[in-house]
C-alpha cells in the first residue's frame, strides 16, 4: 500500500528498512513526546515494527507504518502510520513523525493529510483520531490545520520518560468539511 502527494510518497516499510527505522528512533526530538522511549538496540525496534510487517499479509488490516520519502531527493524523511479498530465503530488513529532536519516545511501537514483521505476514501472510516502530548504544540497545529477537533483531555495518560503526561484527543468525522 503506498500513499503518494506531489511531494510525499508513503510505502509500507519491510524488515529491510530496520536499520532505518532504528535510526529514526534513536533522535532524541522525536523521542521528545514519544511513549516509546528511545530503543536500547536494533532488536528493540525490529519487535516495535514486527505486528505492522506481519499486518502487510493479513486481509483484515489492523494497523499500517509507512516511511515517507521525499520525491524530490529519494529520501526517507520519517515514519506514519495508522491502527484500525475493525470493528463497527470504524475508527483509525493517525500518527507521524517528521526528521526535525524536515521540519517548518509542511510535511507533517501533508502526510496528516495523505492518512486522513486514505482512512476516509480507501477504509471507508468513519473518524480519525490522533492523540498529542499536550505540550506539543507542533502536532497541535497540524490537528487543527487539518480539520481535526479537540475533543477531550486525557490526563496523566502518556508515559513518557518516567513521568506521566497529559494528552490532547483529536478527532475528524467523514462529514466533517475538508478541502483535501
Known sequence: MELNSSRLSLQEVSM????????????????????????????????????????????????????????????CIGLAGMF??????????????????????????EVAQLLVRFGFEDLKLHKVEAGVATENVRSVRVLEKIGMVREGLRRKILPIRGEWKDNFHYAIVEDDPRDY
Open 84 to 109: 484500525l479498530s475493525n470493528d463497527r465503530f470504524r475508527l483509525g488513529e493517525i500518527y507521524y513523525k517528521i526528521h526535525p532536519d524536515f521540519w517548518g516545511n509542511g510535511y507533517a501537514t
Open 16 to 75: 529491510d528498512d530496520l536499520p532505518l527505522v532504528h535510526a529514526l528512533h534513536l533522535i532524541p526530538e522525536l523521542d521528545e513526546y514519544n511513549t516509546l522511549g528511545i530503543p536500547s538496540d536494533e532488536e528493540e525496534t525490529r519487535k516495535v515494527m514486527q505486528p505492522a510487517v506481519d499486518d502487510q499479509q493479513q486481509e483484515t488490516r489492523s494497523q499500517f507504518c509507512w516511511k515517507i520519502e521525499l520525491k524530490e531527493l529519494g529520501q
